[in-house]
Nanobody
């Protein structure tokens, strides 16, 4: 069993920055990938970023590429999402996800079998 806890959300003005954290606990030794998805009001869940736990390779959705950076700290079992140049369109609940599967796409929610509770990010204009 794996538990994920997100933190770092809040209110920020357009153009500002935030860093989200996701701490994993429990049976994390089988982690294959961790990612961030987001869901804004009235919108579908959208892929934001992911990272391979083994290699550190990173993957980004088109809407955040060039503005967001995902990273990990293996010793702390923690993944971060550094967000720059935030826009009102980035307003959403951000969910951390973990996959123990070696198969599937980094970009697709169905690969991930553990999810955090979400943290709210609100960007004002």
């Amino acid at each position: 069993q794996v538990q994920l806890v997100e933190s770092g959300g809040g209110l920020v003005q357009a153009g500002g920055s935030l860093r989200l954290s996701c701490a994993a606990s429990g049976r994390t030794s089988s982690s294959s990938a961790m990612g961030w998805f987001r869901q804004g009001p009235g919108k579908e869940r959208e892929f934001a970023a992911a990272i391979s736990w083994r290699t550190g390779n990173t993957y980004y959705g088109d809407s955040v590429k060039g503005r967001f950076a995902i990273s990990k700290d293996n010793a702390k079992n923690t993944v971060y999402l550094q967000m720059y140049s935030l826009k009102p369109e980035d307003t959403a609940v951000y969910y951390c996800a973990l996959s123990t599967n070696n198969w599937g796409s980094y970009y697709v929610a169905g690969r991930y079998n553990y999810w955090g509770q979400g943290t709210q990010v609100t960007v004002s204009s």
